[in-house]
Every structure is written in structure tokens, then in C-alpha cells.
């Protein structure tokens, strides 16, 4: 196996881990505690399970960077594939989706994450209905937040697909 095979390989690899990854949080883990656990214990548990995801994730995404920029300069014939027309804006695109994917990453993950985890403790602890109010907008725009991240995650796929076909 040679550099680029294997620059590909990990590219691979790590992209199916990151969308595994998110795919079973929002198909069944996220369903299972939130049918067998109240909602402070969903909160927590929620709380562990992003804390631990978000060490895997942010080894992924760096992963992803490295192997995505090797697989460019590792290409044999990269001066003649970037006078194509198609690949280059697929890889720009490719590129532009990626960045967005790291910033609604870094949201999610220093800001979003732990004011819910926050937001959690103190509304079960006081049951102040505004802070429940706010937890709840929290709470949605971490959905929102995943699902984005998710959605640009599949087309990053796709234009990675029509790049690959040049």
C-alpha cells in the first residue's frame, strides 16, 4: 500500500466514523435514553456521552483535514486535474463545507454543550420555568446544530464522489 492509498484509506475511514458516529447519537442513542430516562438523567447522560464523542470527533476532523489536504498534494497528476473545471470546484466546495462543518463543530462543542449541560442542572435544581424556557432554545438549536453538521457532513460526501470521478 502506498501514501496515497493509504492517505485515502484513513480519509475513508475517518468520514464513516464521523457520520457513523452522529447517525447512531440521533437514530439510537439519543431514542433510547430518552425513552427509559427522565430528563435531568437524559441530560447527563447526554452530557458524558457529547463529552466523549467530542474527543473521538475532534480527532476525526483533524484526521479528515490532514488526509483530505495529503490526498491533493498526493495526487500524480494534481497540476492537470486542477485545470478541470470539475474537480477543482468540487474540491473547493468540498473545502468551503468542510470549514463550515469545524465552526458549527467548535459552536456546538464550546458553547452550545456546556451551557445546556449547565442550563440542566440548574433548572432541575430550581425548576424555574424561564430557565426551562431558555433550556428548551438551547436544546433546539443543538438539534438544529447536529442535524447541520450531519447534513453538511453528506454533501462533503457527495462532492468528494464527483472529485473522485475526474
Known amino acids: 500500500m502506498n501514501l496515497s492509498m493509504l492517505s485515502n484509506y484513513l480519509h475513508v475511514l475517518a468520514m464513516s466514523v464521523w457520520v457513523g458516529g452522529m447517525f447512531y447519537i440521533m437514530l439510537v442513542e439519543v ?17 458524558l456521552l457529547g463529552k466523549r464523542f467530542q474527543k473521538v470527533g475532534w480527532i476525526l476532523l483533524m484526521l479528515l483535514l490532514i488526509t483530505g489536504l495529503s490526498n491533493i498534494m498526493l495526487e500524480d497528476s494534481i497540476a492537470d486535474m486542477m485545470k478541470d473545471k470539475n474537480y477543482s470546484m468540487s474540491i473547493a ?5 468542510f470549514m463550515l462543518m469545524v465552526i458549527n ?53 457527495y462532492y468528494g464522489l464527483i472529485a473522485s470521478r475526474v
Open 93 to 97: 466546495v468540498k473545502m468551503i463545507l
Open 105 to 157: 463543530t467548535a459552536i456546538h462543542t464550546f458553547y452550545l454543550g456546556p451551557k445546556m449541560s449547565s442550563f440542566a442542572e440548574k433548572t432541575s435544581a430550581e425548576g424555574n420555568d424561564d430557565m426551562n424556557a431558555e433550556y428548551a432554545k438551547l436544546k433546539k438549536r443543538s438539534m438544529i446544530s447536529s442535524g447541520f453538521s450531519l447534513l453538511l457532513s453528506l454533501v462533503i460526501i
Open 31 to 47: 431514542p433510547v435514553l430518552r425513552s427509559n430516562l427522565g430528563a435531568l438523567d437524559f441530560s447527563k447522560n447526554m452530557t
